[in-house]
């Protein structure tokens, strides 16, 4: 049995039309075009490069991208000030503070001091804790989770009632996604590095949601025949024989994996082109918020 491969491009592309068409509307009907702010601090190419993408998925949507920059040595003032003001700019719907920050920064009270509003990465307490309780809803919901859960939705992925396993409780993925797994009635259990015996657990999910960043870590004999499997990893590993010198592969050893499993994400090409979506998708929910009158 060859799994079905849950193209996440094409999942993505699709609420990309429709959240470009929703701005086009709200723009012709209210005058208002969603805005999005990013805060990068510092250097690090991969949180640049990460920016740009997310810049690039604004403007295909026609949503504004207002860019912030801060030299990596700003003080925990600078960034926090910076955060107040884009706090109380009406053509700012969602803000969005590029993780990691320098290690000198107070990541956690950064984060919190973001308006709940305005909160597009779903990472306020507030929001998190919205989704740990029982019948509540957060305004948002972190984006690479979302997607992910949004994929075994588009897949046909049965939650009532099925036994879930995510491998990672990072406060970005694992957690969150746990949760939202919790709240459509599945059974999860979450693994980590004190999981005795790994490979058994992951063995007894209908759905497998790997988030534990290591590369091609669940092979074919950790999984169930049949289930879902969701990749999150996104690692580089060395390749001689790619231009590059290297290549990016998942926590799943796809392909050996896809020969079990019923329904499969490849990485790249999987949840990676949902988290844009989601955050796109987010920051309309902004703007739709002002425009509700809600703060």
Request: with cysteine.
């Amino acid at each position: 049995m060859t799994a079905t491969i849950i193209d996440g491009k094409a999942v993505a592309e699709g609420i990309r039309s429709e959240i470009a068409w929703s701005v086009e509307q709200m723009k012709a009907a209210h005058g208002i075009v969603p805005g999005l702010a990013t805060v990068l601090v510092g250097d690090n190419p991969a949180s640049h490069s990460y920016v740009r993408m997310k810049r690039k998925a604004c403007a295909e949507a026609g949503i504004e991208s207002l860019p912030h920059e801060l030299p990596g040595d700003a003080s925990q003032e600078e960034v926090e000030e910076l955060v107040r003001r884009l706090n109380g700019d009406p053509r700012v719907h969602g803000i969005l503070v590029q993780l990691p920050l320098p290690k000198h920064l107070d990541e956690e009270r950064v984060l919190s001091l973001i308006s709940l509003y305005k909160d597009v990465d779903g990472f306020h307490p507030v929001n998190i804790g919205r989704l740990a309780m029982k019948g509540r809803k957060p305004l948002f919901i972190p984006c690479t989770p979302h997607g992910a859960i949004v994929l075994l939705e588009e897949a046909g992925a049965q939650f009532e009632g099925a036994n879930a396993v995510v491998l990672g409780r990072s406060n970005i993925v694992g957690l969150p996604a746990a949760l939202l797994l919790i709240h459509r009635n599945a059974t999860v259990t979450v693994c980590h590095s004190r999981t005795k015996d790994l490979p058994a657990v992951c063995r007894s999910a209908d759905i497998l949601i790997a988030a534990v960043g290591r590369a091609e870590m669940v092979k074919a004999d950790w999984v169930k025949p049949g289930a879902y499997v969701i990749d999150v990893g996104s690692n580089r590993v060395d390749d001689p024989t790619s231009e590059k010198g290297y290549r990016w592969v998942g926590d799943v050893a796809f392909d050996e994996v896809k020969e079990v499993a019923g329904a499969i994400t490849p990485s790249p090409g999987g949840v990676g082109p949902m988290t844009i979506a989601m955050l796109l998708k987010n920051t309309l929910r902004g703007a739709e918020l002002a425009l509700s009158g809600a703060y």
